[in-house]
């Protein structure tokens, strides 16, 4: 009751911001201002809704921003308008396909042929699907997409984030989007068989679960990111509820109405895109990993996305099974 008072009212928790901060607000301290302007991002999702602003934002503070995207054309349009208000913003765009295992293996090889530094790497693409898809990988889509894709990228970019954290003396950090739907999953609907391959699809549960992933990852990542001493930090953010294009397979009478009388429970994209600005470049979360945010603030996940021997079987059986996807021995 009292979060929820403090959300509707928009009162700042501990780090000055709350839910009605917007991504702009967030970035105006001067101190991460100046040394934005010497960053590299990565932002997945960044030609729809939350990655958007994301990428805009970053760009205005002087960050390089690097968008993987699906469609480049759209991905192009975008880039054009950055570049109107934001004239000596340097964006780079490449091609991928975050449901196809060959297709993130492509982006990596490519981006890193590009010898540039990796500060920043936002996993923030995402989708919802009512109806059950598989991959060309045969891996069921939203698992395929909002998990598996994120976690090969993550797995062949850390080295080149970790190297350019020790050279330059800035910690990089790692960001994935997931959501507060993460907690509705109980601990016998979350086995890996039913991840890749679920029976009697459920598209809220399966984006539920892709979402719990997506805080496992962080959990057991920031451990093994803290066992070799980098200096690259893992986090997790649930972004707000946002109209988006994550519901547009979902448009209709019922879901506008529902939107529409939801509608001051709602963010703006731009107060949707503040808490992962905020973990990206606040001076504040300078050391701060394996954690979930929500509202610029510190939050609490569900007790099974924090049950650590959970995190750990996850994340063996998710590399199992890339790298025999790709056929590669496990790193
Ligand atoms: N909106 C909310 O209320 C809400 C709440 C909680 C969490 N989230 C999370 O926030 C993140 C951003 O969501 P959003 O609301 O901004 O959604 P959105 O407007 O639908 O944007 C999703 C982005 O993901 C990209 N994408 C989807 N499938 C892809 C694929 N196979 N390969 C590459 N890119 C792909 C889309 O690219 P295309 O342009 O090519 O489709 C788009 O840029 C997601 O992780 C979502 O789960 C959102």
């Given at each position: 009751?009292?979060?929820?008072?403090?959300?509707?009212?928009?009162?700042?928790?501990p780090?000055g911001?709350g839910s009605?901060?917007?991504?702009?607000?967030?970035?105006e301290?001067?101190s991460?201002?100046?040394?934005s302007?010497?960053l590299t991002?990565i932002?997945t999702?960044?030609?729809?809704?939350i990655?958007?602003?994301t990428a805009r934002?970053?760009a205005k503070r002087?960050a390089r921003v690097?968008i993987p995207a699906?469609?480049l054309?759209?991905?192009a349009?975008?880039k054009e308008e950055?570049?109107?208000?934001?004239?000596?913003?340097?964006?780079?765009l490449?091609?991928i396909?975050l449901?196809?295992l060959?297709?993130?293996?492509?982006?990596?090889?490519e981006?890193?042929?590009l010898?540039l530094p990796l500060?920043?790497?936002?996993n923030?693409?995402?989708?919802?699907?009512?109806n059950?898809?598989?991959?060309?990988?045969?891996i069921?889509?939203?698992f395929a997409t909002?998990?598996l894709?994120?976690?090969?990228?993550?797995?062949?970019?850390?080295?080149?984030?970790?190297?350019?954290a020790?050279?330059?003396?800035i910690?990089?950090?790692?960001i994935?989007?997931?959501?507060?739907?993460?907690?509705?999953?109980k601990?016998?609907?979350?086995?890996?068989?039913?991840?890749?391959?679920p029976?009697n699809y459920?598209g809220?549960?399966s984006y539920?679960?892709?979402k719990?992933a997506?805080?496992?990852?962080?959990?057991?990542?920031?451990?093994h990111?803290?066992a070799r001493n980098?200096?690259?930090?893992i986090?997790?953010?649930?972004?707000g509820?946002v109209?988006t294009g994550?519901?547009?397979a979902?448009?209709?009478f019922?879901?506008d109405s529902?939107y529409?009388?939801?509608?001051k429970?709602l963010?703006s994209?731009?107060?949707?895109?503040?808490?992962?600005c905020?973990?990206?470049l606040?001076?504040?979360?300078?050391?701060?990993?394996?954690?979930?945010?929500?509202?610029?603030n510190?939050s609490?996940c569900s007790?099974l996305?924090?049950?650590e021997?959970?995190?750990?079987k996850?994340?063996?059986?998710t590399?199992?099974?890339?790298?025999?996807?790709?056929g590669?021995?496990a790193?």
């Open positions: 009751m009292k979060e929820t008072l403090r959300y509707l009212a928009g009162i700042a928790g780090s911001y009605n901060s917007t991504a702009e607000q967030v970035t301290d001067s991460c201002c100046v040394s302007s010497r991002a932002i999702g960044a030609t729809s809704g990655g958007v602003e934002v970053l002087g690097v699906r469609d054309r759209r991905a349009e975008l950055i570049q109107k208000e934001s004239p000596h913003a340097e964006i780079i490449l091609e396909d449901s196809s060959t297709s993130v293996k492509r982006f990596c090889t981006f890193l042929s010898e500060n920043i790497l936002i923030n693409a995402g989708i919802f699907s009512q059950l898809e598989f991959s060309e990988d045969k069921e889509m939203t909002n998990y894709g994120h976690f090969l990228l993550t797995e062949m970019l850390v080295d080149k984030m970790v190297e350019t020790d050279k330059t003396g910690q990089g950090r790692i994935n989007v997931t959501s507060v739907i993460h907690s509705w999953v601990r016998d609907e979350f086995s890996f068989n039913q991840l890749l391959n029976n459920n809220t549960l539920a679960r892709s719990l997506n805080i496992l990852h962080v959990k057991e990542m920031s451990r990111l803290k980098a200096r690259v930090t986090n997790a953010v649930h972004p509820i109209k994550i519901i547009r979902h448009k209709g019922i879901t529902l529409f009388i939801a509608s429970l963010k994209t731009s107060q949707g895109a503040s808490t992962t905020y973990v990206a606040s001076p504040q979360l300078e050391g701060v990993t394996g954690k979930y945010f929500e509202d610029c510190e609490n007790s996305a924090n049950d021997s959970e995190a750990q996850l994340l063996q059986r590399r199992a099974l890339i790298y025999k996807q790709l590669q021995p790193a």
